[in-house]
């Protein structure tokens, strides 16, 4: 059986439903060579994913994502084999676009209740176990009041930005993000790029990426079809980035999307793992 992996997952630390330490266990039931933990803006979980990781045969790869914008669009840029030394310094680059999402979820849950939607700031910060919030926890708040019946209609009506509730706080540029990542000698990756830009677009956003230090792209990606893949590839190919992918799992969160596998479409060769770390300095002794 070829060796695969998965550089793209998210725990309780950010919107997942699974703990850092059960991620791991299931990347080992599942069979996984490595897993990646790559929480949305936070470093939170990864003392706990490395911990367990040592006591697993599954390599264990710390990362986060972080969420950015270029010309008005967002976009995810995904930093890997970031050494435990520099965890702190990524709460500290994003305290302020922290403190920005804070007020735009809190704003978001006012909003809802005074238009009469049954929901309360305490029941959504009970269901991310104290720890801020954001849209996917005020989303299955919503399911279990039924207001919606699952997640994604939550996110395609009332939590959709335009629709008068949820008003996206200021993010980080893509370029600051990606210079960052690689100031610490971590790599950079565009999360599920033709998710957020078209092929057009990235004509024009990959190569200042590319400029500041970008890696690669995903190009295994649980939502993309067979044409987004292979546009993926080429765009990859085109301008010499590497390739990474993953499942973008969530647990509960994402129903039906598995671990290494996503929607049964994914796999990850390990060799991704293997360039990936290369673009790092993962393995640099410290001087």
């Given at each position: 059986?070829?060796?695969?992996?998965?550089?793209?997952?998210?725990?309780?630390?950010?919107?997942?439903?699974?703990?850092?330490?059960?991620?791991?266990?299931?990347?080992?039931?599942?069979?996984?060579?490595?897993?990646?933990?790559?929480?949305?803006?936070?470093?939170?979980?990864?003392?706990?994913?490395?911990?367990?990781?040592?006591?697993?045969?599954?390599?264990?790869?710390?990362?986060?994502?972080?969420?950015?914008?270029?010309?008005?669009?967002?976009?995810?840029?995904?930093?890997?084999?970031?050494?435990?030394?520099?965890?702190?310094?990524?709460?500290?680059?994003?305290?302020?676009?922290?403190?920005?999402?804070?007020?735009?979820?809190?704003?978001?849950i006012d909003l809802l209740a005074a238009d009469?939607?049954?929901?309360?700031?305490?029941?959504?910060?009970?269901?991310?176990?104290?720890?801020?919030?954001?849209?996917?926890?005020?989303?299955?708040?919503?399911?279990?009041?039924?207001?919606?019946?699952?997640?994604?209609?939550?996110?395609?009506?009332?939590?959709?930005?335009?629709?008068?509730?949820?008003?996206?706080?200021?993010?980080?540029?893509?370029?600051?993000?990606?210079?960052?990542?690689?100031?610490?000698?971590?790599?950079?990756?565009?999360?599920?790029?033709?998710?957020?830009?078209?092929?057009?677009?990235?004509?024009?956003?990959?190569p200042e990426a590319k400029a500041a230090g970008?890696?690669?792209?995903?190009?295994?990606?649980?939502?993309?079809?067979?044409?987004?893949?292979?546009?993926?590839?080429?765009?990859?190919?085109?301008?010499?980035?590497?390739?990474?992918?993953?499942?973008?799992?969530?647990?509960?969160?994402?129903?039906?999307?598995?671990?290494?596998?996503?929607?049964?479409?994914?796999?990850?060769?390990?060799?991704?793992?293997?360039?990936?770390?290369?673009?790092?300095?993962?393995?640099?002794?410290?001087?």
């Amino acid at each position: 059986m070829k060796q695969f992996c998965d550089l793209h997952s998210h725990s309780t630390f950010s919107d997942g439903t699974n703990t850092p330490e059960e991620l791991v266990s299931l990347a080992e039931e599942k069979g996984l060579s490595a897993l990646a933990l790559t929480d949305h803006n936070t470093s939170g979980g990864l003392k706990r994913f490395m911990e367990a990781g040592k006591k697993s045969r599954v390599i264990t790869i710390p990362g986060c994502e972080f969420s950015t914008e270029w010309n008005g669009k967002e976009i995810h840029v995904v930093g890997l084999f970031f050494k435990e030394k520099y965890w702190p310094e990524i709460d500290d680059f994003l305290e302020l676009a922290h403190i920005a999402k804070v007020n735009s979820n809190t704003r978001l849950i006012d909003l809802l209740a005074a238009d009469g939607y049954d929901i309360t700031f305490e029941e959504v910060s009970a269901l991310s176990g104290g720890k801020d919030f954001n849209r996917s926890h005020v989303a299955r708040v919503l399911v279990q009041k039924g207001v919606v019946q699952n997640v994604p209609e939550a996110f395609a009506g009332l939590l959709k930005e335009g629709n008068g509730y949820y008003f996206p706080p200021k993010r980080i540029t893509s370029i600051a993000a990606v210079r960052f990542i690689k100031t610490f000698g971590a790599t950079a990756i565009i999360a599920h790029p033709l998710l957020n830009l078209n092929e057009e677009e990235l004509r024009v956003f990959l190569p200042e990426a590319k400029a500041a230090g970008l890696d690669a792209i995903e190009t295994e990606y649980t939502e993309f079809t067979p044409e987004m893949k292979k546009t993926a590839v080429s765009l990859a190919e085109e301008f010499s980035l590497k390739q990474s992918g993953g499942s973008d799992y969530h647990g509960l969160a994402k129903p039906g999307i598995d671990l290494g596998t996503g929607r049964g479409n994914l796999f990850v060769p390990y060799s991704f793992y293997e360039d990936m770390k290369a673009c790092s300095e993962y393995d640099k002794k410290d001087d």
